[in-house]
């Protein structure tokens, strides 16, 4: 089964610090769906610190993650994150299939 997340839910329009997206993390860690798609519609920022932390703890998470609705500022930042840490073209292909939807 997959489990929908709407992240405005948890973050309101703004994800801006890295304990939130780790204690969201961890919140999803103990889900038993191994599947997720977040969504990211209504979302309108993301800290820098917080897209290292969310692809972070995405490479480190045991499920299959998702995202979708994810705006231009949003893949922006994590595009400049990705692009920082020289992170492999997996994580860039994802952004960009959830990006261009």
Known sequence: MIQKIKLSDY???????RNAVADFFSFL????????????????????????????????????????????????MFLLVVKQNSLNAKIIINLLESHSK
Request: charged share 30%; glycine share 2%.
């Open 11 to 17: 973050f309101g329009k703004m994800i801006i610090t």
């Open 29 to 76: 860690s103990q889900l038993s769906e191994k599947e997720i798609i977040l969504d990211f519609k209504e979302i309108e920022f993301i800290s820098r610190s917080c897209a290292d932390e969310y692809i972070k703890r995405k490479l480190m998470s045991n499920k299959q993650i998702k995202e979708i609705n994810i705006s231009h500022n949003i893949y922006s």
